[in-house]
């Protein structure tokens, strides 16, 4: 009964990231991404001012699957072709970005204290953000983080429970490069629009390559013992991986960008019926509801192991700095700062 109340509690104060899907479903309009894909499928090719691109008719020779990729596909090709420069430049570094957004998640399911929660299932939530957007689908993720995973006031009575298991770990940083990294930056740099496409393709279904790999992976060599000691055990690793592609993207978008950043990252508050600008500013607020749920839910933690006990007032102004680290870095790197320095306060702890 006490668990539940404090489940409802958390839950109850949880409810702004639910408040923040909705904004985003809103200010995203994918009814209107929607109808923008209709004439691009009906007429078979895209097309710009010095050329065209046939839509591939199959990939994953799946026709349902197909079907579900192809119109997402399209909208995407804004950017990654490019159709709009300035999409370019804010998809590519986002893309980037979010392979720390997901470290962290997948590391969090690794986490003991986590099993039988909805923060386990991690791959689910990963591979709906490729059809809803991420935007929509992060708020979501750390709403049942929230309410369902272990508190600091819990961990700090478990080493168990703290614990990142090593062997879930250990092939996060190959999956990640070769169905993350690659992929996505084949589908942008390619000299071919189709080559860019095929790329494009086989990124929509990563996420859920990378989970049932791993686990596929970890089922197999689970008795090794030996691996648990494995460089690629070390969380440390896949975060300095991630964060390093991360920030050097985010640098040089920050050095290169002939456009200002503000045009690049930030939307405005106009409506836009035409293809173009509409589909920017829909990547733009999925960006931005993505990262701005993330580290809401960085503060929510924060003050989770001030509750605990784990860390006094002072130590709570570390969140002021991550707009800094942000600025610098990146939003993915900034992210990744700000919940290793939580998993140090709980890692260091020791129980009674």
Known sequence: MAQSKSRALRAALAIPFIGLAILCLGAMDTNKLIAHQEPFLEAGHIAWDDGSMPIFDR????????????GITVTFS???????????????SFLNDIGPMYSVWF????????????VYTVTVFTFVAQLLGIGNVAPIYYFLHITFAPSATVLKRSAKDRQLRPEQVLYLVPLFLSLHTFEVVRGFT????????????????????????????????????????????????????????SSSSWIYTLYSSPYPLSDVFIPDSAVYSDFIRHTRKAVQCDEVYSFGSSFLWLIYMFFDLYTAGLVGTGSLFVSAFLPLVATVTGPGTAFVVGWYWREQVLSSHKSA
Do not use: H
Request: proline share 7%; with cysteine; glycine share 4%.
């Open 59 to 70: 990939f994953y020779n799946v026709p349902f699957i197909d079907d579900m990729w192809r």
């Open 78 to 92: 804004a950017s990654y072709i490019p159709l709009d420069a300035i999409g370019w430049w804010q998809f590519f």
């Open 107 to 118: 590391l969090e399911s690794c986490r003991a204290g986590n099993s039988w929660t909805p």
């Open 190 to 245: 390619a000299p071919e629009p189709e080559t860019r496409q095929y790329w494009m393709w086989a990124w929509q279904m990563s996420p859920l390559w990378i989970g049932i790999a791993n686990s596929l992976l970890c089922s197999l060599t689970a008795s090794v013992t030996t691996l648990k000691s494995s460089v690629l055990a070390s969380p440390r690793l896949l975060l300095l991986v991630m964060c390093a592609i």
